[in-house]
T-cell receptor, first 115, second 114 residues
């Protein structure tokens, strides 16, 4: 069965370290998204991609970067981790280009703690 | 995409119908109403979507008013497993062709009471 996975599921790191969160999907979806979720804020979009070599900034992109070298993966990098980036991170993917149907499939999440 | 307004929380007795309202008074003619839910600590899950007609699937029903300014998600026989945060989202559909990002608000926290 197709799926979307995230790793690690839990990560503790120190301020200033570079951290990369992995997202892998086997749906063969062109669209991939990274969200963060904090209490009281719902899900906020960090970065997204509509295909290989395409990346776009979301509403809370500062301090994060992504790259898309293949269809299956969209790793999220925190260049210099800050305590404000302690959060739960969700990756999602969706089919593109239908114009009327937009179901995003979410991964299980990564809980990141920055000390 | 139009903004949505939902109550922050609701309770519903187990076995009863849960009716979750959503206001989207600025919705335009080609924008869809989508509903997702997020069960504690899991990723959100798609429930249903509609344009102007009422929709039903195995999970829920979606009732959209004739003027499309509001909608109601109905869980017909709520169980404890329906306890979750429910998100109402408006998405531009064909006018957003190739632009499939969604904006999640803070949703409604639905608690099913035994």
């Amino acid at each position: 069965d197709a799926e979307i996975t995230q790793s690690p599921r839990h990560k503790i790191t120190e301020t200033g370290r570079q951290v990369t969160l992995a997202c892998h999907q086997t749906w063969n979806h062109n669209n991939m998204f990274w969200y963060r979720q904090d209490l009281g804020h719902g899900l906020r979009l960090i970065h997204y991609s509509y295909g290989v070599q395409d990346t776009n900034k979301g509403e809370v992109s500062d301090g994060y970067s992504v790259s898309r070298s293949n269809t299956e993966d969209l790793p999220l990098t925190l260049e210099s981790a800050a305590s404000s980036q302690t959060s739960v991170y969700f990756c999602a993917s969706s089919e593109s280009g239908t114009g009327y149907y937009n179901e995003q499939f979410f991964g299980p999440g990564t809980r990141l703690t920055v000390l | 995409d139009a903004k949505t307004t939902q109550p922050p929380s609701m309770d519903c007795a187990e076995g009863r119908a849960a009716n979750l309202p959503c206001n989207h008074s600025t919705i335009s003619g080609n924008e869809y109403v989508y509903w997702y839910r997020q069960i504690h600590s899991q990723g959100p899950q798609y429930i249903i979507h509609g344009l102007k007609n009422n929709e039903t699937n195995e999970m829920a029903s979606l009732i959209i008013t004739e003027d499309r300014k509001s909608s109601t998600l109905i869980l017909p026989h709520a169980t404890l497993r329906d306890t979750a945060v429910y998100y109402c989202i408006v998405w531009g559909g064909i006018s957003n062709f190739g632009n499939e990002k969604l904006t999640f608000g803070t949703g409604t926290r639905l608690t099913i009471i035994p």
